[in-house]
């Protein structure tokens, strides 16, 4: 029996680690607690087709994480960077928001976008140059100032948002993998893993141990 540990929502996490951990209980099953990210990234090893390779660089990309990760090999993560302030998810509901969208935002954002076609709008990047980090803080305010201006539409806003969020910081990651020389990919809630020279030691995805996937607990 497995459940996810964290990191996420304490409410969430509270009812369903809880509601796992009793029923291995009841049935006398191990239970593994699984971290939440590494459940995005090891989506790639359920979709048809060739694995992904090691060493693998990953970008999750969620409503609540934006994390650029090299996967060395099975449970051994670095992390290289992620977001300063807002994950893309969370950035792009409340873009959504501004421009009167649906929640969630993402989806709804793209569409507007396609349905306005070309603008001449261009809001910031969430990229920080120089380093592996994001910031979405930027695009947050800019949308803001633009929407009080007045002299865009809706669509033509949605036209200027960055890739829809997690395709900007796709072409990060890309950037990130030319500039090391890294050369493989997959995705996960959005996530993405490539080919990848070792660099430096391992370290742990946020919200957990170095290896929380090893973690059986007997009840």
């Known amino acids: 029996m497995a459940g996810t540990r964290g990191p996420g929502l304490a409410g969430s996490l509270l009812v369903g680690y809880n509601a796992a951990k009793a029923i291995a209980f009841g049935r006398e099953l191990p239970f593994i607690g699984i971290n939440h990210l590494e459940g995005h990234i090891y989506a790639n090893w359920l979709v048809e087709?060739?694995?992904?390779e090691f060493p693998a660089l990953c970008l999750v990309v969620s409503g609540g994480h934006t994390d650029l990760v090299l996967m060395r090999s099975h449970g051994q993560y670095e992390r290289l960077g992620g977001t300063r302030d807002d994950a893309a998810g969370e950035a792009f509901d409340k873009v959504g928001r501004l421009l009167g969208l649906p929640f969630p935002g993402g989806p709804h954002v793209a569409k507007a976008a396609l349905e306005g076609g070309p603008s001449t709008l261009e809001l910031p990047r969430a990229w920080m140059h120089g380093t592996f980090d994001f910031s979405f803080s930027g695009l947050k305010t800019?949308?803001?100032?633009?929407v009080?201006?007045?002299?865009?539409?809706?669509?033509?806003?949605?036209?200027?948002?960055?890739?829809?969020?997690?395709?900007?910081?796709?072409?990060?990651?890309?950037?990130?993998?030319a500039g090391d020389g890294r050369e493989e990919r997959a995705g996960g809630r959005r996530g993405g893993?490539?080919?990848?020279?070792?660099?430096?030691?391992?370290?742990?995805?946020?919200g957990a141990g170095a290896h929380p996937a090893a973690e059986v607990l007997h009840r």
């Open 148 to 177: 009080r201006a007045g002299q865009y539409s809706a669509p033509e806003i949605a036209w200027g948002v960055p890739g829809g969020g997690g395709g900007r910081a796709r072409r990060e990651d890309d950037q990130a993998g």
């Open 193 to 206: 893993c490539e080919h990848a020279p070792a660099r430096g030691a391992p370290a742990a995805l946020p």
């Open 49 to 52: 087709g060739p694995e992904p």
């Open 142 to 146: 800019a949308a803001l100032h633009v």
